[in-house]
Nanobody, 125 residues
Framework: QVQLVESGGGLVQAGGSLRLSCASS????????MAWFRQAPGKEREFVGA????????YYANSVKGRFTISRDDAKNTVSLQMNSLKPEDTAVYYC??????????????????WGQGTQVTVSS
């Protein structure tokens, strides 16, 4: 069993930065493909980015590429999402997710086995 806890959300002005963290007290997160999704009111959950198990190749949605960076700290068993140059359209609840099974689509929420409770990110214009 994996329990994921996100932290670091908040209110920031457009152009600012936030860093989200996802921590787990269970199995090593390096065993999982870890991803960040977000969901704005009235919209479907959207893939933001992922870091694959093992070596840690990273993947990003086009909407955040060049602005967001995913990293993993194996010693602390955490995954982080550094968000720079934030825009009002980045406003959403951000979720950390873990997928144990390999070979599935990393952009599909259905591929992920465990989810955090979410953290609110609000970007004001």
């Amino acid at each position: 069993q994996v329990q994921l806890v996100e932290s670091g959300g908040g209110l920031v002005q457009a152009g600012g930065s936030l860093r989200l963290s996802c921590a787990s007290s269970g199995r090593a997160l390096s065993s999982y493909t870890m991803a960040w999704f977000r969901q704005a009111p009235g919209k479907e959950r959207e893939f933001v980015g992922a870091i694959k198990w093992g070596v840690g190749d990273t993947y990003y949605a086009n909407s955040v590429k060049g602005r967001f960076t995913i990293s993993r700290d194996d010693a602390k068993n955490t995954v982080s999402l550094q968000m720079n140059s934030l825009k009002p359209e980045d406003t959403a609840v951000y979720y950390c997710a873990a997928a144990l099974q390999r070979g599935l689509s990393i952009v599909s929420p259905q591929s992920y086995d465990y989810w955090g409770q979410g953290t609110q990110v609000t970007v004001s214009s």
